[in-house]
């Protein structure tokens, strides 16, 4: 997997590039991971509400959700179990991907978003003004804003910075009962991966998939990747996603020749004299 | 949902996939008098050059009023107002908001300076410096607005990006004319009259272009609720203002109405444009079906050891 961007500043400071590998065929929708991530890093509680769809009952990643346990309901047969039930869940618990072009960070206006010399995308809290323009560049949904409280700023998941700087693996991999949830140097975790998908698929799975764990996506692979049983879509997750800067150079043409368009637009209007 | 959306179409409870903007009504405001002040610079320019003093007076003073209020929605929008300075840290090419956050400081420097120089009437070569660089900056500030709302993972802004800095910029231009039309004399307005109808028809064509390039799915958001209507409203005003612009805009009371429609149409032009972009937003299916039809490398299955696996794709549930 290639390194994120940005992370070769680091120099000889730079640490191979950490992640997780979320494997969903293991997740048994325990919610251990958000509890853990709520407490861990003190994210304010946002609500006690009953989505009324599913055991899901936290609905969305978002500034005070930054482990969320999707619950799918599907009139399936069971991929183990072939034949014998008419009905399966799907539970994966989502996060920020941490992606190698990362759409927040490439936006953000005043720098508060910054790559880790461990690979990962964190907010730098006392920088942040609270624009959002991050908000509209991650192809994931998985930033917003912290109305709760006043505080204004925008959060997400910081794979656990802290943590990583004294060598511990974050706190919703940690708590993880059944390993759903790895933690590790992404190359690992790559090759780990494929062996999963693999022996899942020659076990009869055959619909075992893995999600953003090739560096040839539209975001460059990311740091937190899955192993998914269905359509990524399935989940809430986007089928293919692509970093908003991939056209960058399209848009500032765009603008350059709307500035251009303009110019000449405003030279006609004196053609026909000054007055 | 929209009525669009095959029924068949995959999503988690209907729950939108990327998230809705969070920005409020300051931001199309600022859209609209950023773009008036960039366009008005450019005429004051285009007036100090032909030397029609009167016209310069006008589109000054009207960029002088949206660089003054133009802050005021930009600030007011923070979720953390008093660090709003934090946007001065970095310069980055990669964010539309950083450039134009330098774009905006110019503009607003230079203007204020020769609005200052013209108010006390002093300085006239600090002035006239200060306008030709307003004025040379203004194209920037009046379309770099599109390039930001483009530079996003919302359906209907990003498919949009070739089209939206050029809708900008004409939008800006029609209100720039209208409001200066309306500020001066008929005998010294005609450039000020001839860039509201050149905007004006420009804008009616570049929104019809980028709604029929949307296409059915994501262009749907222009004919459903907010952004339905505020489209709606500002063809209806953009083609009214143009028309009388064209035919009564030598009279006062023409080029008052004329000039007072362009702005209007103008500014429900960027509220359409702002409202289309929350409700792609939240339809997931806005985001979905364009990616997939346009596939990658986001899925994959890798081979078993045996190696008899078959790909995602083939695989029906």
């Known amino acids: 997997m290639k390194l994120g961007d940005g992370v070769e500043t680091y120099g000889a400071e730079a640490q191979p590039r950490l992640g997780f590998f979320t494997d969903t065929s293991i997740c048994i929708g325990c919610k251990a991971c958000e509890v853990a991530c709520k407490e861990w890093n003190l994210v304010p509680e946002d609500g006690l509400v009953w989505t009324g769809h599913s055991y899901d009952n936290s609905g969305e990643l978002s500034a005070n959700t930054w482990r969320h346990v999707a619950f799918v309901e599907q009139q399936a047969p069971d991929p183990i179990k072939q034949g014998k039930q008419d009905f399966r869940w799907l539970m994966e618990s989502d996060v920020c991907k941490h992606c190698t072009h990362a759409g927040c960070l490439d936006v953000c206006p005043t720098g508060a978003i910054f790559r880790t010399e461990f690979g990962t995308v964190v907010i730098q809290d006392d920088v942040c003004n609270g624009c959002g323009y991050c908000v509209t560049a991650c192809p994931f949904g998985v930033i917003t804003k912290r109305e709760l409280g006043g505080d204004g700023g925008m959060h997400k998941c910081t794979l656990c910075y802290d943590r990583l700087q004294d060598g511990m693996e974050p706190a919703c991999a940690k708590a993880c009962p059944t390993d759903s949830i790895q933690f590790g140097p992404l190359d690992e975790l790559v090759e780990r991966a494929r062996e999963r998908c693999g022996d899942l698929v020659e076990a009869g799975v055959s619909e075992a998939r893995l999600y953003l764990a090739d560096e040839n996506d539209g975001i460059g692979g990311a740091g937190a990747f899955f192993l998914l049983l269905d359509e990524p879509e399935v989940y809430g997750l986007p089928p293919q996603p692509v970093v908003p800067t991939k056209n960058l150079g399209t848009i500032w043409g765009a603008a350059a020749a709307a500035a251009g368009a303009l110019a000449i637009g405003v030279a006609t209007a004196f053609l026909g004299g000054g007055k | 949902m929209s009525a669009t959306s095959p029924t068949d179409a995959l999503s988690y409870y209907g729950q939108p996939i990327v998230k809705e903007p969070v920005w409020k009504v ?78 905006f400081s110019a503009e607003s420097a230079t203007t204020s300076i020769a609005a200052a120089c013209r108010l006390f009437d002093v ?54 004319g209208g409001a200066a039309a309306i500020l001066t004399p ?41 952004a339905g209507k505020y489209s709606r409203l500002a063809t209806a005003s953009t083609v009214a203002g143009t028309a009388l612009m064209a035919f009564a805009g030598k009279r006062r009371v023409g080029a008052v109405a004329a000039g007072a429609l362009l ?55």
């Not at chain 2, 792609?280 to 990616?291: G, K, L, M, W, Y």
């Open chain 2, 26 to 103: 300051e931001i199309p405001l600022y859209f609209f008098t950023g773009g008036l002040t960039g366009a008005s610079d450019l005429l004051a320019l285009g007036a100090q050059l032909s030397g029609n003093q009167r016209l310069r007076t006008s589109a000054l003073a009207v960029a002088t009023f949206g660089t003054a209020v133009s802050p005021y929605f930009l600030v007011k929008d923070l979720g953390r107002p008093l660090r709003f300075l934090n946007m001065l840290r970095v310069v980055k090419v990669t964010s539309p908001m950083s450039v134009g956050t330098w774009i």
């Open chain 2, 123 to 176: 300085l006239p070569r600090v002035r006239a410096t200060a306008q030709v660089l307003a004025g040379l900056i203004g194209p920037a500030q009046a379309t770099y607005t599109g390039a930001l709302v483009a530079q996003s993972v919302v359906p209907a802004w990003h498919e949009a990006r070739r089209e939206l800095p050029v809708l900008f910029a004409s939008s800006a231009a029609a209100s720039a």
């Open chain 2, 186 to 226: 008929a005998e010294h307005a005609g450039p000020a009259r001839r860039l509201g109808i050149i905007g004006g028809v420009a804008e009616l064509a570049t929104s019809k272009l980028m709604k029929k390039r949307l296409g059915k799915l994501v262009g749907s958001v222009y004919h459903e609720g907010e």
């Open chain 2, 263 to 317: 702005l209007t149409g103008s500014l429900c032009e960027r509220f359409a444009v702002y409202h289309a972009g929350k409700q792609s937003a939240r339809d997931p299916h806005h985001t979905s079906i364009p990616q997939k039809e346009r596939g990658g490398r986001a899925v994959t299955q890798p081979r078993s050891r045996t190696g008899n696996s078959s790909s995602p794709s083939a695989s029906t549930r």
